[in-house]
């Protein structure tokens, strides 16, 4: 081959390998969240037996066109998310092919010229992706966590507003008014966590207007949003943490088995060059070649286990279901009320109120907190 033809391989392979392993665990992560939605049912202490909730026709026809809009919210973050980790698996690949290519270069093939023409190639390709990928998920990051705001926000108009304004007349303008309310604080700040905290301020107030009213609480409303709200939350909650706890397990017996191998390797070379062992050079340069790759992919799997967001993230998510815990225990008698179809005095009505309050402030919260994590630390990306 030409100098020009293996300059243009170099310069070629790394692209190409990114653009594999993106696609490749992409379709992994999806394959282990579908997964993981049938592995766990509602914990014991979200098992609440509530009474068939009759739905008018009208309704049903208003919670479709609801569920469509909220679907296309989410499928918009969710592809401003996948696009963000598409770039930074194509980064992280691209890296491991110059990684490798000068390890090759470095003990097996250190007597190959045209060896070290494609390395230098392979060198330049990565770093411009690398660069790319940075420039690009700066932007994208930052639409895609402004995209997940607008969509936990219409999820809780969806269970609150929602159903307490429920009617036929302009229900579309309704969810247009708010998306569009919601959409202009989010662009207020270049930064979605200060834009994410002055929204959980006034809609926080917000909500309490709404349900001070005397007669918005009623049994079949905190059915639904028992039911909708509190349980479906729970259950996802639940899974998220079994499927972090799972990628956790799985990158720490990555991490020592590559640190194992690389011992291994350092053995056969100490016990070579020490005289012990006698064996061709080629076995020498190959124990050397498997030293640097498990090296070096440990260290970088070291890295990335203590700089993705999956550990700080599995700590609020843990808080955050003993919170549930406590909830469902504290308000076991607006549980009960809407169990029973009881008509709320005054009294219960403030505890129902109180309730929905309690758990609507700390998903907020939540989300705030989620947002500071997904700034600061590395995004999680699902990969095991």
């Keep these: 081959m030409t100098t020009s033809a293996i300059a243009l391989a170099g310069l070629a392979t790394p692209p190409i390998f990114g653009l594999f392993a993106a696609r490749l665990i992409l379709r992994r992560r999806r394959t282990s969240f579908a997964l993981n939605k049938t592995k766990l049912a509602v914990p014991a202490f979200a098992q609440i037996n509530l009474p068939p909730i009759a739905t008018p026709p009208q309704q049903l026809i208003l919670r479709d066109a609801f569920k469509a809009i909220a679907e296309t919210e989410h499928a918009t973050a969710k592809r401003l998310q996948n696009a963000c980790i598409f770039h930074l698996i194509v980064a992280s690949s691209a890296l491991l092919v110059a990684f490798v290519a000068i390890a090759l270069g470095s003990t097996l093939l250190v007597q190959e010229d045209a060896w070290h023409t494609y390395v230098d190639a392979t060198d330049v390709a990565a770093l411009i992706i690398v660069l790319f990928g940075f420039s690009r998920t700066r932007t994208l990051r930052r639409d895609w966590l402004r995209a997940r705001i607008v969509t936990e ?19 579309t303008v309704q969810i247009e008014q708010f998306l569009a309310s919601v959409r202009a604080s989010v662009l207020a700040s270049r930064d979605p966590l200060q834009a994410g905290q002055a929204l959980v301020e006034s809609r926080c107030l917000e909500l309490k207007a709404i349900l001070d009213s005397t007669s918005a609480l009623t049994a079949s409303f905190l059915r639904l949003y028992l039911q909708a709200r509190v349980v479906r ?40 060059s020490s005289g012990i062992v006698g064996a061709a050079d080629w076995i020498g340069q190959s124990a050397e070649l498997v030293f640097l790759l498990a090296t070096g992919v440990a260290a970088a799997s070291t890295s990335s286990y203590l700089g993705h967001n999956f550990r700080s993230v599995l700590h609020r998510y843990r808080a955050q279901y003993r919170f549930f815990e406590d909830w469902f225990r504290d308000y076991q008698d607006v549980i009960a ?31 705030v907190d989620w947002l500071a994590i997904s700034m600061a630390d590395g995004m999680d990306l699902g990969l095991s």
């Design 153 to 171: 926000m219409l999820r809780q108009w969806g269970v609150i507003d929602g159903v307490l304004a429920r009617s036929p007349n302009g229900f």
């Design 233 to 272: 939350q729970t259950e996802w909650l639940g899974r998220s943490i079994a499927r972090i706890e799972n990628q956790k397990g799985d990158r720490e017996r990555l991490t020592v088995g590559l640190f194992a191998i690389a011992l291994c390797a350092a053995l056969l070379k100490f016990a070579m």
């Design 337 to 367: 009320a809407a169990q029973h179809d009881h008509s709320f005095n005054a009294p219960l009505t403030a505890r129902g109120v109180e309730a929905v309050l309690s758990f609507e402030s700390l998903m907020m919260n939540e989300l």
